[in-house]
């Protein structure tokens, strides 16, 4: 039941990255990415999640925000 509290609380914060991020709100896209990366962290740490896996979800999440920052630039 813990295991699924907690991937519960890190789906939830990827999403709300992704609403950060299409409402292209870079601030709190920013501030989201942090929360969710020290949840996908803290999860690969105790063995809930690949640490891979961790890598590549907080990667791919990563991208999507500086893509964001880079577009607000252009």
């Given at each position: 039941?813990?295991?699924?509290?907690?991937?519960?609380?890190?789906?939830?914060l990827a999403?709300?990255?992704?609403?950060?991020?299409?409402a292209k709100?870079?601030?709190?896209?920013?501030?989201?990415?942090?929360?969710?990366?020290?949840?996908?962290d803290k999860?690969?740490?105790?063995?809930?999640?690949?640490?891979?896996?961790?890598?590549?979800?907080?990667?791919?999440?990563?991208?999507?925000?500086?893509?964001?920052?880079?577009?607000?630039?252009?």
């Amino acid at each position: 039941m813990h295991n699924l509290q907690i991937r519960s609380k890190i789906r939830t914060l990827a999403r709300k990255v992704e609403t950060a991020v299409a409402a292209k709100d870079a601030k709190s896209a920013k501030t989201f990415l942090n929360e969710a990366f020290a949840a996908w962290d803290k999860a690969a740490k105790t063995g809930i999640v690949h640490w891979r896996a961790a890598s590549r979800k907080k990667s791919r999440l990563s991208s999507r925000v500086d893509g964001l920052a880079a577009a607000a630039k252009a």
